[in-house]
Structures are given as structure tokens and as C-alpha cells.
């Protein structure tokens, strides 16, 4: 890792070099606040101004109309973007701080950091616009600007929401566009907060990165080569609008570190000998890489006891497991000794103190980190349920996050239920799970999600249900596991779970989780339903093509066949019509009813044990699969009424 960091630098250094040889000038600005001592650095706008320590870029004219404005707040000196004559680009790096804050409900319209060749304001660029260009300008080259927007209204239909950045070059419709949403920031709450923003631009590599807030995480990161759109020398600063519906658009801080490159030969030419510099790069690498290790170091350490700290906190608090036992019981993590390998991890079979157990070897590359591993930790830990898998112990130690459960004999479920025709012998050692045996399974796994979102002082999200994370053990008795997505949420005044991230297993996620990077108690529904149809069916969810997508996954498959009243087709061909007709009609239409595309029609896990209890009949499901429509329809007064009405009645479920 550091020699790829070293390698890395002396590249980047070479390219320094070639730069400095080449007529250069220091382009830093660094304003941590704005009043009338720094007008004449700025060209200013007709509808802009400095006040009360910001650019003012919409600001409130004491008591005139704010509506249908645009502005621009720009440095007075061009910025030497990129060299014709060596076409050498510069790279450069911008924070600002802005504050927005809505005048009317809604506001409108944002914000922009722009690089533009024209000082000036476009005619008609207010409203929509954005100060960025006008209806002439919109995607021509003469616009010649480059703006990453923060958007306040959806003024479009190709915008995300009211709520995103977005990256335009010589337009107004985004090249791209994130919504800023499932990060938990709003851009328009100047009131409680300001949004901090980054933007870097490599001029090697030709590739734009934005962060908001979370200066780690970028929002996204683009190639773009910026000298094919604006010219060398463009100014910097930002652009804003308002429309019907007003806001103030303010910038509270700005600091912008570039090298303005420049061709003029009465510029300062810097000439350095060459081995002088090649001496500096060595030394400075050395001196970074030494820097980089002990940092690194105590990171580690900082880690360590931080995760100690959160984990042992817990009044439930599982085992801490020295990394040489586990290392020792599972044969140093021998291929011998693997039980299954997932997006996370590696799972192993050990024996500690002559106790068979199971340990996940968390993957370097899985994007699980420490906030996951405490979340599996912590959550786990405090749960108790015949049907979750229990969590003995915990290790982080050598930076290697480590998982100790008990161990399950029959290991998941998915190396039962699936099935092809070109099965390997493995696949086939795998016994036919009889239809009681399914039903037992489904019932089991109901209850232990069910105490999940009503069992616990806490709502539990899992996040990631699917046949792989369910375990069987002698008995063939099932339990949850993989608790590394479960999130948390407080009854009281949280109604559900926002990752930047997305979270969860493909052909398993609810439509609207994908949308939105929101995870409900009805998303882990979905993926419940998810479950009853794949056990039912023999088949994976993106069925027989492994498709994933919306139209021609497991649930459209089904739902087509309940469609023509043939539903007990769906059923697994190798259970050879050995099942109760009603009882596999009812879970395939249970399942159906969980994957319903609107949440708020998806019915509540105590529900759909009733329905596994044979206590209630599954709910009606349409003959056509509805199209997902978001925001979702709200539940009729008429749903909202649970009926019981006649009882179905099934066979035992209880675990044998």
C-alpha cells in the first residue's frame, strides 16, 4: 500500500515539475468571511452584494421584490485554466460555504460554483436558470461555463428532486445529478445549518470530484476534461437565481488553491536543476511515506480502542476473541474449513475450547467498515431469539475484522431451494426440502422479523433478507443472521433509515429503497416476499436469466401466473405436487402481497404471521402487477380495516 501511495506521488511531483518549469503563478484565495473591504476584489452583479459578513448573490433588498432575479459574484482576476501552447491543464481545489435559506414556501430556485469565460450576467437567466445561462445560451458552446448547481426546486422533469447537485457544462439540464437526500444534508435549511462543499479538479487525470459535508465521501466524481469547453483563462465564483418563489442565496466562506499556468514571458520563469528536484521528490516521498505509516499506526490504535469502547459499552456485550485462537481453530483460515464466502466476508468453520463454531473473516475489500462491524456487533448482541443466529464474540485485532456465531450444521438456505438443470454433484449432495419443511422455514423466519420490528425497545431494520442469510441448523429449524446492514430506528420519531449508500442485495430490494436510499420496516417486507416466493418456487429472484430487473424478476413471474389463474404453477417442480394446494396458493399470494410496488399497501409482519398461522387469509393482491409510482398512493380507509374474515386453515409450523 505505501509503495503504491509512493509511486503514486513521484508521478504526481514529475507532473509538478513539469509545471514549474513551465511560467507559473500561485492563483490562492482564502476569504473566511465578506464585508465592503473586499468590493473592489470581486465584479459584483446589479442584484448582488457584500452584506452581514456573505455574498449576498439573491439578496433581500429591504423590503423590495426579491422574485425573478439572477446574479453573479465572480474574482475580478481571470484564472489561467489551461496552456495552449504546452497544453498543460491546471488543477485546483475550492471550499465555499453556503447558506441557503427559503423565503417563501417553496423556494427556489439555488446556488451555483461556476467557472465561466463571460464576467457578466446572461438577459433572462433568472428563475430556472440559475444565473448559468439563458434560453439562447442553453446548450450551445457560446455559453462556455462549467457550473456544479445546488438545486432548490425541481424546476424540470429531468430533475432528481428538489434537493440535488448537478453538473453543468453550457447548460442548464445536469450532465449529471445527485440528490443530497439519502446523505441526510438539505441545501435550502440555512436556518439550522450551513452545507460545505468542495470541489477538486485533476488537471492530469481531467477528472471533477464534489464533496458535501463529508469531506471522505465524495458525491460524485467525473472525467471532464475542462479546456474543451471554456477557454484558458475563465473567472471563478458563483451564480444564483430566484423565481416566483424566492430565497436568499449566500456564500459565507470561500478559499480556492490553484497554479494559474501562464504563457506571458515577462511572468516569472522558475527553472529548477534537475537533480536538485529529484532529490527533493525522494525526500519528500520518504518523509510522506514515514508520515503516512505512523498515521496509519495510530489510526489502528484509535480504532481499536474506539471499537472497543462501543461494543463493550453494551450491557450485552458478547465475547472479544484474541485473534491467535481463531487463527489456531480454524486452521489458519485453511479453504479446508470454509462454509461460504458473501459480499462481506469469508465464513469458516472453527473449533475454540472444543466448542464448533462459525467465524466471518470480514473482506478488506467488502465496504463494511467499523461502523457496520459495531452496528452487527451491538445489534446482535442485545437480540434474543430462537430464530437469529447468535453472536459468542467479536476480534479486531491485526486490522482484521472478525465474527464469532455459533455454528448452524446445515449452513444456509439457498444451497437447498435453488435449482437447475445443469446442477454440479455438490449441488445435488443438497437433499429436497419436503414443502412442511419449507412452510416450517418461512414461519420461522416470519417470526424472527416480526421480532425484529415489534419485538424489540428499538425497531430493528435487517436490510439485506435473502436465503443465504438465513441458517439452518440440525433440525433444519432457521435463523437470521448477517446483521451487518441492520440499522436502529426510534420508534418515537423515526420512521425509517437513509444510507448515501446502497445497502442491500440486488433483486431483493424494494423499488423504492433504490429511489429513494430509504430502508422502512415495508422494504424489509419486500424482501420478505422476496424470500416466500424463491422458497416456494425452487428459483432465484432474478429468475431463470438472473435478471434483476423490475419487469422480469421472480415477482413478475408470479404475478403473471396468478394473472391467468394458474399460481400454483409457480410452485418448485421437484416437490412433485406434494403439497396442500390451498397452502402453497395462499404463501404464493402472501409473498405476492409483500411485493406489492406501493409500501403502504405490503401488509405488517404481524400480519403475515397471522396469515402463516392460518389465523387470516392473505391479503387481495390485483390480477395485474400495479406500476411503481412514487411517492406511493396513501392506504384506503377500507385497508386500514383489517379484516380476518375466514380462516384458512394451515398444517403445524412449528419447528420440529
Known amino acids: 500500500m505505501f509503495f503504491s501511495t509512493a509511486i503514486k506521488f513521484l508521478i504526481q511531483s514529475t507532473f509538478l515539475w513539469a509545471v514549474l518549469t513551465t511560467h507559473v503563478q500561485c492563483f490562492n484565495l482564502n476569504y473566511t468571511a465578506f464585508n465592503d473591504s473586499y468590493i473592489n476584489d470581486f ?60 423565503q417563501t414556501n417553496p423556494g427556489g430556485e439555488g ?54 447537485i448537478g453538473l453543468d457544462v453550457n447548460s442548464v439540464y445536469s450532465r449529471r445529478q445527485f ?66 418563489e424566492t430565497q436568499l442565496n449566500c456564500v459565507r466562506s470561500w478559499e480556492f488553491d490553484g497554479i494559474d499556468i501562464d504563457d506571458d514571458d515577462d511572468k516569472r520563469l522558475i527553472v529548477i536543476v534537475v537533480p536538485v528536484v529529484g532529490g527533493v521528490i525522494l525526500f519528500a516521498s520518504i518523509a510522506i511515506l514515514v508520515y503516512w505509516k505512523r498515521k496509519s499506526d495510530r489510526k489502528y490504535l484509535d480504532d481499536a480502542f474506539g471499537i472497543q469502547l462501543a461494543i463493550e459499552g453494551s450491557s450485552t456485550a458478547p465475547r472479544k476473541f484474541k485473534f491467535k485462537d481463531l487463527k489456531k481453530g480454524t486452521g489458519n483460515f485453511s479453504p479446508k474449513n470454509k462454509l461460504g464466502k458473501g459480499g462481506f466476508g469469508t465464513v469458516y468453520k472453527g473449533v475454540i475450547r472444543n466448542i464448533e463454531v462459525a467465524v466471518k473473516k470480514i473482506s478488506k475489500k467488502s465496504t463494511q467498515g467499523k461502523t457496520e462491524f459495531i452496528a452487527e456487533v451491538t445489534t446482535i448482541g442485545n437480540l434474543h431469539h430462537r430464530n437469529l443466529v447468535k453472536l459468542i464474540g467479536w476480534c479486531y485485532e491485526r486490522r482484521e475484522f472478525l465474527l464469532v456465531y455459533e455454528y448452524l450444521p446445515n449452513g444456509s438456505l439457498d444451497k437447498y431451494i435453488f435449482h437447475d438443470d445443469n446442477q454440479s454433484e455438490l449441488q445435488q449432495e443438497y437433499e429436497i426440502l419436503s414443502w412442511p419443511v419449507r412452510l416450517s422455514i418461512i414461519s420461522g423466519a416470519a417470526q424472527a422479523l416480526d421480532y425484529l420490528h415489534n ?22 429449524n432457521p435463523k437470521l443472521g448477517d446483521f451487518g446492514l441492520a440499522r436502529m430506528i426510534k420508534l418515537n420519531d423515526q420512521t425509517h433509515h437513509s444510507t448515501k449508500d446502497i445497502a442491500g442485495t ?52 408470479v404475478w403473471e401466473l396468478y394473472k391467468k389463474g394458474r399460481i400454483i404453477d409457480a410452485a418448485d417442480k421437484r416437490l412433485e405436487g406434494e403439497f396442500e394446494a390451498n397452502e402453497m396458493e395462499c404463501v404464493l399470494v402472501l409473498g405476492l402481497a409483500c411485493c406489492h410496488p406501493n409500501p403502504n399497501k405490503r401488509p405488517l409482519m404481524k400480519i403475515v404471521l397471522q396469515v402463516l398461522k392460518g389465523e387470516a387469509v392473505a391479503p387481495d393482491v390485483p390480477n395485474e402487477r400495479p406500476a411503481f409510482i412514487w411517492p406511493p398512493l396513501p392506504p384506503s380507509f377500507k385497508e386500514l380495516d383489517i379484516s380476518l374474515g375466514q380462516i384458512t386453515p394451515f398444517s403445524e409450523l412449528s419447528g420440529r
Not at 439578496?59 to 489561467?80: C, E, H, I, W
Not at 477538486?200 to 471522505?216: A, I, N, P, S, W
Not at 419485538?455 to 433444519?476: P, Q, Y
Not at 419486500?526 to 421472480?554: M, T, W
Request: net charge negative; hydrophobic share 35%.
Open 43 to 102: 465584479i459584483i452583479s446589479p442584484h448582488s452584494r457584500l452584506f452581514l459578513d456573505a455574498i449576498q448573490v439573491t439578496p433581500d433588498v429591504r423590503g423590495a421584490t426579491m422574485a425573478n432575479r439572477s446574479g453573479r459574484v465572480l474574482y475580478k482576476t481571470p484564472f489561467q485554466l489551461w496552456n495552449k501552447k504546452d497544453m498543460i491543464s491546471s488543477s485546483f481545489t475550492t471550499t465555499f460555504k453556503l447558506n441557503i435559506l427559503n
Open 455 to 476: 419485538g424489540c425497545a428499538e425497531t430493528v431494520l435487517h436490510r439485506d433478507i435473502k436465503s443465504s442469510n438465513i441458517m439452518l441448523d440440525s433440525e433444519f
Open 506 to 557: 440486488p433483486g431483493y430490494m424494494a423499488p423504492e429503497s433504490i429511489l429513494t436510499g430509504r430502508f422502512t420496516v415495508q422494504t424489509d417486507v419486500y424482501a420478505f416476499g422476496i424470500l416466500i416466493l424463491e422458497v416456494a418456487c425452487g428459483r432465484k429472484p432474478g429468475g431463470q436469466n438472473h435478471q434483476n430487473d423490475y419487469s422480469c424478476n421472480i415477482v413478475n413471474w
Open 111 to 164: 446556488l451555483a460554483f461556476i467557472l465561466t469565460a463571460n464576467p457578466q450576467v446572461p438577459p433572462d437567466s433568472d428563475g430556472a436558470w440559475l444565473g448559468i445561462v439563458n434560453q439562447q445560451l442553453n446548450g450551445t458552446s457560446d455559453a462556455k461555463i462549467v457550473a456544479i448547481e445546488f438545486d432548490t426546486r425541481k424546476s424540470y422533469s429531468e430533475d432528481l428532486d428538489d434537493n440535488h
Open 179 to 244: 440528490s443530497l437526500t439519502p446523505r441526510g444534508v438539505k441545501i435550502s435549511d440555512g436556518a439550522n445549518k450551513d452545507v460545505t462543499a468542495r470541489v477538486q479538479y485533476d488537471g492530469v487525470g481531467k477528472r471533477l470530484t464534489v464533496f458535501v459535508d463529508d469531506m471522505e465521501n465524495p458525491v460524485f466524481s467525473e472525467n471532464l476534461d475542462l479546456s474543451l469547453y471554456l477557454p484558458e483563462n475563465v473567472y471563478v465564483g458563483f451564480s444564483g437565481s430566484t423565481s416566483g
